[in-house]
């Protein structure tokens, strides 16, 4: 499922956000402030944690290319079993 346009629909909505909490008659009504920084506040962990699964998925397939290109070499597998032997070793 591609949660981009949703995402985007709350960007939007953030920055209507935004701009209303700049307003200073906004907190003229208490209730009103509270409901707006509750949304606001909701709205920026799910933008935040939005921006931290798109860096972790980048680093991820990142990964997996260096990981690809240096494969064919043998050199991650042999390091890789190098210290699986050494951790085995101490293990047990």
Known sequence: MDFAPLV???RRRFQ???TEIATPSL?????RAREVMREHSQIKR???????LKKAEKELE?????????SGSGR???FRDSNLGKAR???G
């Not at 907190?27 to 209730?31: A, L």
């Not at 990142?62 to 240096?70: G, K, T, V």
């Open 76 to 78: 991650v597998g042999s």
């Open 89 to 91: 070793g101490r293990a």
């Open 62 to 70: 990142e990964n997996r290319e260096l990981s690809a290109s240096r």
């Open 27 to 31: 907190f003229e009504n208490p209730k």
């Open 46 to 52: 799910l933008l935040d944690d939005w921006v931290a």
């Open 16 to 18: 209507e956000l935004e």
């Open 8 to 10: 985007e629909q709350k």
